[in-house]
C-alpha cells in the first residue's frame, strides 16, 4: 500500500447518518443511498444527479458540503421531481405529494392501511382477511392453512409402512 492509500482510509466515513438512517459510507453513493427506505436505485441516481456528485465515488469520502447537499436533496426530494415520481402522491388528509423516506415510511404505510381497514374498503377487508390485495391469483398460491389436496410424501409414508410390516 502506499501512503496515498492509507491517507485515503484515514480520511473515510465509515457510516454517514440521514435523518435515522446509518448509510454505509466504503460504497459507492449511489448503493449507500439505495439501501435507504424509500429510495431506489433510480432516485438515488436522480440525487446524484442533483448534487452533481459521481455516483460511483465512495460515500464516506465526499465533503462535508458535498454530503449536506445530499442530505437536502433527501429531504426536498418531492420538491424537484414530477409527482409521479413521489412515492406517497396526492395525500388522504392534506392533498399533497410527498416523497417518504425511512421509518416514517413505514409509519405512513401502516396508517394508510389502518385508514382502509377502518373505512372497510376492498383493500381493507383483504388486508384484514390476510388474502391478497392487488389483484393476484388465489387459487393455488398464498396458501397459509397446510396442505391442500393430496399428500404425496404421507401417502409413501403410509406404503413403506405397510411394505415393511
Known amino acids: 500500500?502506499?501512503?496515498e492509500d492509507?491517507?485515503?482510509?484515514?480520511?473515510?466515513?465509515?457510516?454517514v447518518r440521514i435523518?435515522?438512517?446509518?448509510?454505509?459510507?466504503?460504497?459507492?453513493?449511489?448503493?449507500?443511498?439505495?439501501?435507504?427506505?424509500?429510495?431506489?436505485?433510480?432516485t438515488a441516481r436522480i440525487i446524484c444527479q442533483e448534487?452533481?456528485?459521481?455516483?460511483?465515488?465512495?460515500?464516506?469520502?465526499?465533503?462535508?458540503?458535498?454530503?449536506?447537499?445530499?442530505?437536502e436533496q433527501v429531504e426536498?426530494?418531492?420538491d424537484t421531481v414530477p409527482e409521479w415520481l413521489s412515492n406517497h402522491r396526492r395525500?388522504?388528509?392534506?392533498?399533497?405529494?410527498?416523497?417518504?423516506?425511512?421509518?416514517?415510511l413505514e409509519m405512513t404505510i401502516r396508517q394508510d392501511v389502518n385508514r382502509m381497514k377502518?373505512?372497510?374498503?376492498?383493500?381493507?377487508?383483504r388486508h384484514k382477511r390476510g388474502q391478497k390485495v392487488r389483484?393476484?391469483?388465489?387459487?393455488s398460491t398464498g396458501r397459509t392453512e397446510g396442505t391442500i389436496g393430496v399428500n404425496v410424501e404421507a401417502i409413501k409414508e403410509e406404503e413403506e409402512e405397510g411394505e415393511a410390516e
Open 51 to 71: 448534487v452533481g456528485i459521481d455516483r460511483t465515488a465512495t460515500f464516506g469520502q465526499l465533503d462535508d458540503e458535498q454530503i449536506d447537499a445530499v442530505i
Open 118 to 125: 377502518m373505512i372497510d374498503s376492498y383493500k381493507g377487508v
Open 1 to 3: 500500500m502506499s501512503s
Open 19 to 42: 435523518g435515522q438512517t446509518d448509510l454505509d459510507g466504503t460504497e459507492s453513493a449511489e448503493r449507500a443511498l439505495s439501501e435507504m427506505n424509500g429510495i431506489g436505485r433510480r
Open 91 to 104: 395525500s388522504y388528509f392534506g392533498g399533497e405529494t410527498s416523497h417518504e423516506t425511512g421509518n416514517d
Open 6 to 15: 492509507t491517507a485515503d482510509e484515514e480520511d473515510i466515513r465509515y457510516f
Open 135 to 139: 389483484g393476484q391469483r388465489t387459487k
Open 76 to 78: 426536498g426530494y418531492a
